[in-house]
């Protein structure tokens, strides 16, 4: 039998897995990877409109400003801290650490309480 | 079509050299990237909203515009590295892959290149 031919694992999402914990996860870190390399176009925007001058660089403020751009940059952040808290989880595996499937779960939770804390402390800091 | 497998057809090519580096780069970049995203957003949450003086003053100090470059490279690098990891897994046909990896690694070093440029611009100012 050809290579191409032979039958394949089906994709974890569909109807052959059933969703976990660690696999939501797992695909959220590539989501989020993905989600921030849109959102580096809101960096570079900035960046830029401020290398123009005073004037692009106060244009540029009341768009990120703006409700949409709050939203984004909202989202951004969680992306952010979720993506380096995992990141820093997935460190600890390639270092050999917390393999256990009770550890991975508690990882887990800790990653997503720790996003959620440092996108809302983020907030209140930019709020006040 | 040729009877050979594909492992036959490859046996004896000799390895690439360079499997390792794409992983070892990641880890790398994202280790750098712990400390440099901390930075990034504590300054942030106050220079991004401060009128255009303070901003170019805070960005014109070396440390600032060192930092701001350091963490625009390896942000960067770390994306074309991950982006490249979905592109494999995720899209096919083949060639469909590879155009996908080419724009986006185009876009991203366009994308790096203005950024770091208008940081330059601004700390040179």
Same mark, same amino acid.
């Given at each position: 039998m %050809?290579?191409?031919?032979?039958p394949? %694992?089906?994709?974890?999402? &569909?109807p052959?897995?059933?969703?976990q914990?660690? %696999?939501?996860l797992?695909i959220?870190?590539r989501a989020? &990877? ?8 809101l960096l570079?925007?900035w960046?830029?409109a ?5 004037e692009?660089?106060k244009?540029?403020? +009341?768009?990120i400003?703006s409700?949409?751009g709050q939203?984004f940059l909202f989202?951004?952040?969680?992306a952010?801290?979720?993506?380096m +808290?995992?990141?820093?989880r ?5 270092a ?5 499937m ?10 997503v309480?720790s %996003? ?8 209140l800091?930019a &709020?006040s | 079509?040729s ?18 580096h794409h992983?070892w780069?990641q880890r ?7 400390p440099?995203?901390v930075w990034?957003?504590f ?6 909203r401060?009128e255009?003086a303070v901003?170019?003053?805070? =960005? ?10 350091t963490?625009l490279?390896?942000v960067f ?6 982006m ?6 995720y899209v ?11 724009v986006?690694?185009f876009?991203?070093f =366009?994308?790096g ?6 940081? =330059?611009?601004i700390?040179?100012?």
């Amino acid at each position: 039998m %050809s290579a191409n031919k032979r039958p394949l %694992s089906p994709f974890m999402i &569909g109807p052959y897995y059933k969703p976990q914990m660690t %696999s939501v996860l797992s695909i959220t870190h590539r989501a989020t &990877g993905a989600g921030l390399v849109v959102g580096t176009l809101l960096l570079v925007y900035w960046l830029a409109a401020a290398a123009l001058g005073p004037e692009s660089y106060k244009h540029g403020q +009341a768009v990120i400003g703006s409700m949409l751009g709050q939203l984004f940059l909202f989202l951004w952040t969680w992306a952010l801290f979720y993506h380096m +808290a995992n990141g820093i989880r997935h460190l600890f595996w390639d270092a050999g650490c917390g393999f256990e499937m009770e550890q991975a779960t508690k990882s887990g939770w800790w990653v997503v309480w720790s %996003s959620i804390i440092l996108t809302v402390l983020c907030w209140l800091i930019a &709020g006040s | 079509m040729s009877l050979r497998t594909p492992l036959a057809l490859v046996r004896g090519l000799g390895a690439a050299k360079d499997g390792t580096h794409h992983w070892w780069m990641q880890r790398v970049t994202s280790i750098a990237l712990i400390p440099l995203v901390v930075w990034f957003v504590f300054s942030m949450l106050f220079y991004s909203r401060v009128e255009y003086a303070v901003f170019q003053h805070w =960005l014109s100090k070396p440390l600032n515009a060192g930092l701001m470059v350091t963490f625009l490279v390896t942000v960067f690098y770390h994306a074309k590295l991950g982006m490249q990891v979905i592109y494999e897994d995720y899209v096919r046909p083949e060639w469909a892959m590879y155009v996908a990896l080419l724009v986006t690694q185009f876009a991203l070093f =366009l994308l790096g290149a203005i950024a770091i440029i208008s940081v =330059l611009k601004i700390a040179l100012a």
